[in-house]
C-alpha cells in the first residue's frame, strides 16, 4: 500500500474506502470497472472490482493482501488486475447466480485530457470529508477489446472517460451523470450535485465540469456556482457568464454495490448507457445542443431497495 493511503486511512476512524471509475465506450456499447478497496469500522479490510455493462453488473471480492497502490503513479493493482491511467488490464474469474463469469482484456488510452487542477478545488484541504472527488481523465482515446464469456467487445477507436473517490460513505443523495460525443467537436461533460455534511451542517455541493473544443470549462461550489434545478432526471446550472443544463432520458440501471462507513453495504443504481440531452451557454451563445450517449446515478435517502 502506499503512504497517502495509510494517511488517508488514519482520518477516517469510522471506514474508508478508495475507488476508481474507467468507462469505455464505442458504437452504442459500454464497459465500466470499477476497482476498489474498503475498510470498514471495525478495521476488516478487503478490495474488489465491479463491473457493468447496459444489461448486467459483477462483483469480484479479493483480499486486502492481494492490493498494490502506487500514490504516485495513481495505479491500483488487485492479483492480476492492473488499473492505471494509461489504461488497464484484467482476467477476472467467478460466479453470478450459480452461473460461471469470465472476464478478459486489456485497454489503452491516449490523448487523455485531465483537469488543470483537482476538481475539489479548495474542498481538498478540509479533512474528514465524507467523499472526495477526483477526475483522471476527462476524455481519452481507447484501443483494444473486452471478452465477456467469451463474447468480445472491440473499444478499438473508441473514447473513455476515469474518475476516482475516496472517503468513507457515498452521499446521503445526488445526482451524477457523464456523457460525451465525438461525431463534430470532442466533448465531455460531468454533473455531480451531492448532499455535503460539513460541521454539523448539510448542504447541496456541486462539482461539474465542461470539455469542449479542447477547452476545459469548471462549474463549483467553491467557485459560486447556483443550482437553479436539481432533481432526478435533470440539472440546470448558473455560475457567471455560463448556463448547463442536463437532462438524462431512460429508466432501468443496473446495481451497484456502494461504500456506507467503509462497508460496501450499500446498493445503488447505474444507468450505463442512456441518453442525455445537454445544453450549453457561455455569454448568452449556445455552444451546443446535443443528445449524446452518457451514464447516471439518481440516489436519495442511505440505501435503495433490492
Known sequence: MGRTYYAEVSMYRKGFFKGWYYKQEKGGQAVAFIPAVHLSGDGKGTASIQVITE????????????????????????????????????????????????????????????????????????????????????????????????????????????????????????????????????????????????????FPGCIAFVYFGGKEYRLATYLGVKILRFGEREVLLKQGNMLLYLRVQGHGGQKLKAPEKGSMDRLVKENLVCKVWCRFWKNGKLLFDHVGAGSAEFITGSSMET
Open 55 to 202: 444489461d448486467n453488473a459483477w462483483n469480484f471480492d479479493f483480499p486486502l493482501d492481494t492490493v498494490r497502490l502506487s500514490d504516485k503513479k495513481d495505479t491500483i493493482q488487485i492479483e492480476n488486475n492492473y488499473f492505471s491511467p494509461k489504461g488497464f488490464r484484467v482476467n477476472l474469474i467467478g460466479k453470478k447466480d450459480g452461473k460461471p463469469v469470465k472476464i478478459e482484456g486489456r485497454i489503452a488510452f491516449g490523448n487523455i485530457a485531465p483537469l488543470k487542477g483537482d476538481i475539489m478545488g479548495p474542498f481538498r484541504f478540509i479533512p474528514f470529508l465524507q467523499c472526495r472527488h477526483g477526475v483522471v481523465s476527462m476524455s481519452h482515446k481507447t484501443k483494444g477489446s473486452i471478452q465477456i464469456n467469451g463474447d468480445s467487445i472491440n473499444f478499438h477507436g473508441g473514447r473513455g472517460y476515469a474518475e476516482k473517490d475516496c472517503g468513507c460513505s457515498f452521499p446521503s443523495y445526488y445526482f451524477w451523470s457523464q456523457c460525451g460525443w465525438y461525431d463534430r467537436q470532442e466533448c465531455s461533460v460531468m454533473v455531480s450535485v451531492a448532499d455535503i455534511p460539513l460541521a454539523g451542517c448539510h
